[in-house]
């Protein structure tokens, strides 16, 4: 061991320099797990509770990374300890190997610049006093010596503030995209939008605005797709969409006349879907675990799966855009007059499968591989020795760069905010149609109707029970009375008796939604899970 404060382990280091790095780590971390309290307290505050539970799966997943980081720290002397043959080292390798290295009696010193290719003297200092002398001893190599664990659980968290960091980006370029969206949205109570859109008012389908954008030229299907591919780069979102979509959702699941705002339903949807979007799914694990075993020198694999986020974003666009192009050819099958605006009907029909949700999946996938691309950039530049192995060609990896940002800002102003509008034209309304405090105060109506349900239950069955009545007798009549409430079985089972304990003893099952409307749409019964809540609507 070499004396002062230079490359030595922790005994040879001063203890002035411990204690401040300890401090600047420790001071740094406080810092910003104080600045994400004061984060989500600002949201609870301005009753943003999705973001806020987004903020707490951000602070899951950092909490995932580090928990993965420690054990690769722990296990890099274990692993490095156990020995494969060199004929397994010597395959499926990132880099090629150096022309240097390939002497024999050099298998040590060739092996550590197989693996990840650093400096030797920077892979000697991490891995060789461990595992990879045992092994050279038995004319083996190590399995993963612990210099690539350690740069693995580096690149790994790099990954993970890269993932957060687009996320981030992406909902704060999509809802610079929707203001423009809110002024439309103001416009539907004025005079002239109501004038414009008067039920009395028949028109041409075809003369309507919303007919003549989509159909004309775009409605030959081999142009159609041709067009809704063009569109998402210029006109993907355009006042007459928002308005007529917007009417249609309205139609379908609202009255008429609603003085719905589509726009915060919107918003407040998308929020909801970032929930989605911040975490990093064990999918998404498996797909970053799949690219890491595929990148083997001569297939090119982070050459071409650079391009899947663009070619993934430019699918997913131009089915949206044709979503809205099938809404506007039906409007034209359906009729050939139309009363006021015209009416589309939301539908799962459009979307991949009758799944709208895939399409949040295919946006989610290539947000992580946008993310995935530039963590990998940057420790790969950032790392000694393996500048060298991926960087080649550094104008090819600085266009990779480059089509991974495009591909980010596109995703993040035009492609989301399209999926936020057009995603509402499902079959289904999300639960989101609910601001927080009416979906708190249904919640907490929900629960109480249960408990007063629960206690009425234990109290009849209390009674019947002091009248000598067998649990076998009262669970047959439950049954009848589940069957059928009006079946005259049930009358005759209970008797006279029952109407004598029924005067004495006042005790009636009575259901939570009597003399409510309860909300039994399909449209809630599937994505919302406060289905058995009760409306007082006019019928």
């Known amino acids: 061991m070499g004396g002062g404060g230079g490359g030595g382990e922790l005994p040879?280091?001063?203890?002035?320099?411990?204690?401040?790095?300890?401090?600047?780590?420790?001071?740094?971390?406080?810092?910003?797990?104080?600045?994400?309290?004061?984060?989500?307290?600002?949201?609870?505050?301005?009753?943003?509770?999705?973001?806020?539970?987004?903020?707490?799966?951000?602070?899951?997943?950092?909490?995932?990374?580090?928990?993965?980081?420690?054990?690769?720290?722990?296990?890099?002397?274990?692993?490095?300890?156990?020995?494969?043959?060199k004929e397994a080292g010597m395959r499926m390798l990132p880099c090629k190997l150096?022309?240097?290295?390939?002497?024999?009696?050099?298998?040590?010193?060739?092996?550590?610049?197989?693996?990840?290719?650093?400096?030797?003297?920077?892979?000697?200092?991490?891995?060789?006093?461990?595992?990879?002398?045992?092994?050279?001893?038995?004319?083996?190599?190590?399995?993963?010596?612990?210099g690539s664990m350690h740069q693995l659980h580096i690149f790994i968290s790099v990954l993970a503030v890269f993932h957060v960091l687009y996320s981030v980006v992406t909902m704060a370029l999509s809802r610079l995209k929707m203001k423009k969206w809110k002024k439309w949205e103001s416009e539907t109570t004025s005079l002239e939008y109501q004038f414009a859109n008067d039920p009395s008012r028949c028109r041409f389908t075809h003369q309507t605005t919303?007919?003549?954008?989509?159909?004309?030229?775009?409605?030959?299907?081999?142009?159609?797709?041709?067009?809704?591919?063009?569109?998402?780069?210029?006109?993907?979102?355009?006042?007459?969409?928002?308005?007529?979509?917007?009417?249609?959702?309205?139609?379908?699941?609202?009255?008429?006349?609603?003085?719905?705002?589509f726009h915060n339903y919107i918003k407040r949807s998308m929020q909801d879907d970032f929930k989605v979007v911040v975490g990093i799914s064990l999918k998404l694990w498996f797909v970053a675990v799949l690219t890491l075993f595929l990148d083997i020198n001569g297939i090119g694999t982070l050459l071409w799966i650079s391009f899947s986020p663009l070619v993934i974003l430019l699918w997913v666009g131009t089915k949206l855009e044709m979503v809205i192009m099938e809404m506007a050819l039906e409007i034209q099958d359906q009729t050939s007059v139309v009363k006021g605006a015209p009416v589309v009907e939301p539908s799962n029909k459009y979307f991949w499968f009758n799944r709208p949700d895939w399409v949040l999946f295919l946006i989610h996938l290539t947000l992580f591989q946008n993310a995935f691309q530039m963590a990998h950039f940057v420790w790969t530049?950032?790392?000694?020795?393996?500048?060298?192995?991926?960087?080649?060609?550094?104008?090819?990896?600085?266009?990779?760069?480059?089509?991974?940002?495009?591909?980010?800002?596109?995703?993040?102003?035009?492609?989301?905010?399209?999926?936020?509008?057009?995603?509402?034209m499902g079959s289904h309304m999300k639960r989101t149609i609910f601001n927080e405090q009416t979906a708190r105060a249904l919640s907490n109506w929900r629960k109480i109707a249960k408990e007063k349900k629960k206690a009425r239950d234990a109290d009849m069955l209390r009674v019947q029970m002091s009248q000598g009545s067998s649990p076998v007798h009262l669970l047959h009549k439950a049954e009848v009375r589940s069957d059928d409430p009006r079946s005259p079985t049930r009358a005759e089972n209970e008797g006279g008796d029952m109407q004598h304990r029924a005067v004495a003893h006042p005790v009636h099952?009575?259901?939570?939604?009597?003399?409510?409307?309860?909300?039994?749409?399909?449209?809630?019964d599937a994505h919302i899970p406060i289905a058995d809540f009760c409306f007082t609507t006019q019928r």
């Open 98 to 146: 150096n022309d240097g290295a390939g002497g024999g009696g050099h298998g040590k010193d060739n092996h550590r610049r197989l693996l990840w290719l650093q400096g030797e003297t920077h892979r000697r200092f991490l891995a060789a006093p461990a595992g990879e002398d045992v092994c050279a001893e038995q004319g083996k190599v190590a399995l993963m010596s612990a």
């Open 381 to 424: 530049v950032a790392t000694p020795g393996l500048k060298r192995c991926y960087h080649e060609n550094m104008g090819v990896s600085i266009a990779k760069v480059v089509l991974g940002v495009a591909a980010q800002i596109m995703c993040s102003y035009i492609t989301f905010p399209l999926y936020a509008l057009v995603t509402q």
């Open 509 to 524: 099952r009575v259901h939570p939604c009597d003399g409510w409307r309860s909300a039994s749409s399909p449209a809630l």
């Open 210 to 261: 919303f007919v003549k954008r989509h159909l004309g030229l775009s409605s030959t299907p081999g142009v159609r797709w041709i067009v809704a591919f063009f569109r998402q780069f210029f006109t993907s979102v355009t006042k007459v969409d928002y308005l007529t979509l917007r009417q249609g959702f309205i139609n379908a699941h609202l009255s008429h006349n609603s003085r719905f705002d």
């Open 12 to 85: 040879d280091t001063p203890t002035w320099a411990v204690a401040l790095v300890c401090s600047v780590m420790i001071l740094v971390s406080v810092a910003v797990e104080h600045a994400l309290h004061k984060l989500g307290h600002w949201f609870r505050k301005r009753h943003k509770k999705a973001l806020g539970e987004a903020l707490e799966k951000m602070k899951a997943e950092l909490m995932l990374v580090g928990f993965i980081s420690l054990l690769l720290t722990v296990a890099q002397t274990p692993i490095s300890r156990i020995c494969i043959s």
